[in-house]
DNA sequence: CCGTTGACGCCAT
DNA sequence: TATGGCGCCAACG
């Protein structure tokens, strides 16, 4: 098992575990990661998660609440649906009330 | 080898 | 509120 590997599969590991109804942020992963400033290589890692199964990468948007891995799903309505789905509002690409969404992973680690 | 590109995020203006 | 620059780092041509 490469190590290049691991990293993507501690990120598949994360994903998995976000509940239903809720979401995350690439940061957030990332932090967990104990790589805060690499949300760019979440993002990367997710972009090949379409190869694994069980991946419910719709709950994964930036920190700003907003859709923009819509593009990637079969369709762009996809991940929009998904999360109205488990009872989230979505409005131009955006996540209402998102603050009451959010699940950070970090919370996980710190467990105080 | 080098420049560009990104499912990002923080900060300056 | 909006826009641009920078750090991050692997992939790609």
Redesign the pocket.
Same mark, same amino acid.
């Given at each position: 098992m490469k190590k290049?590997e691991d990293?993507f599969q501690a990120v598949y590991q994360i994903v998995r575990l976000i509940p239903f109804g809720k979401v995350t @942020?690439?940061? &957030?992963?990332?932090e967990a990661l104990g790589?805060?400033?690499? &949300?760019? #290589?979440?993002?990367? &890692? *997710? $972009?090949?998660? =379409?190869r694994i199964p069980d991946?419910p990468? =719709?709950r !994964? !948007? $930036?920190? $700003?609440g %907003? %859709? @923009?891995?819509? *593009? =990637?799903?079969s369709t762009s309505e996809e #991940?929009q649906r998904k999360l109205e789905a488990e009872g989230i509002s979505v409005i131009g690409d955006k996540i209402q009330d998102f603050e009451r969404y959010i699940w950070k992973p970090i919370e996980l680690i710190t467990l105080d």
């Open positions: 290049e990293f @942020t690439y940061g &957030a992963i990332a790589s805060k400033k690499s &949300a760019r #290589m979440v993002g990367w &890692a *997710m $972009n090949a998660s =379409h991946i990468a =719709h !994964v !948007v $930036n920190r $700003n %907003l %859709l @923009t891995g819509k *593009m =990637h799903f #991940m």
